[in-house]
């Protein structure tokens, strides 16, 4: 049976990274995003131990079904992006944690307002970057962006979107700290977060993947096999 054209919309969705590249992805925004700098700041001085256990629990998750595709990331390619999502909803929730810990620690704030509001702004975040994109996918927008066409202008949406989130902490957290440092380092968590939560979108990713799994496959044969079961042709176009 002929099979039919993949369309440009999927096509744009379906720019994959190599499984070798999926796993250096972990090494580094684990280690350096999740670790380095949120669970440190966990960590530290005062230890909050609702806090602390509220983001350790799925830290502790995460790596270890991180695991799986360190050792075999070739046979858990089509997975990938259902971890990497959740990877980037995790890291979103540790950072607003680290947010609480700001400003529940070094200013002896009481009360539940701080974490209620926290809370809006931070499902509001992963809704926005989940809803931006799904909008430039069928939009054709990823697919212009990907041919090089100048009418599109990406960088006014995912600016006003990361903007709006930082502007949004950084000013609902003035309400309760006085001091500047504690609020740039809050601003600092707040960009920060816009770049993990936008990783969440990979679980929309997995989805269209899990749906469009023939196109997929008529796109990349090998896609999701064992590295052994894979052939020559492409092992030496992942490394080019």
């Known amino acids: 049976m002929k099979q039919k054209k993949v369309d440009d919309i999927t096509l744009s969705y ?8 999926n796993r250096s992805n972990i090494l580094v925004f684990f280690f350096v995003f999740l670790d380095l700098i949120g669970v440190l700041f966990l960590l530290g001085e005062p230890l909050i131990p609702s806090l602390f256990w509220g983001g350790m629990i799925p830290v502790i998750f995460i790596h270890l079904w991180a695991i799986s595709y360190v050792i075999a990331p070739y046979t858990f390619e089509k997975s990938y992006y259902l971890f990497f999502g959740v990877y980037g909803v995790i890291n979103t929730f540790v950072y607003f944690l680290v947010i609480q810990k700001l400003i529940y620690s070094h200013f002896q704030i009481f009360g539940t307002t701080p974490l209620i509001l926290g809370s809006i702004l931070f499902v ?9 994109n799904t909008r430039l996918l069928y939009s054709g927008t990823y697919s212009r962006l990907q041919k090089g066409e100048k009418s599109v202008n990406l960088s006014p949406i995912v ?20 001091s500047v440092k504690i609020l740039m380092i809050i601003g600092v968590f707040s960009i920060l977060s816009v770049a993990t939560a936008y990783f969440s979108t990979s679980i929309h990713k997995y989805i269209y993947i899990r749906r469009s799994i023939e196109k997929v496959k008529q796109v990349y044969p090998q896609f999701g096999l064992p590295k052994r079961e894979r052939t020559v042709s492409e092992e030496k176009g992942e490394m080019t």
Not at 126 to 132: E, R, S, V
Not at 159 to 178: D, H, K, M, P, R
């Open 14 to 21: 379906l720019r994959f990274q190599s499984p070798r590249e």
């Open 159 to 178: 600016t006003a979107s990361g903007i709006g989130y930082v502007l949004a902490q950084v000013i609902l957290s003035s309400f309760f700290v006085e």
């Open 124 to 132: 509001s975040l992963l809704f926005i970057m989940n809803w931006m």
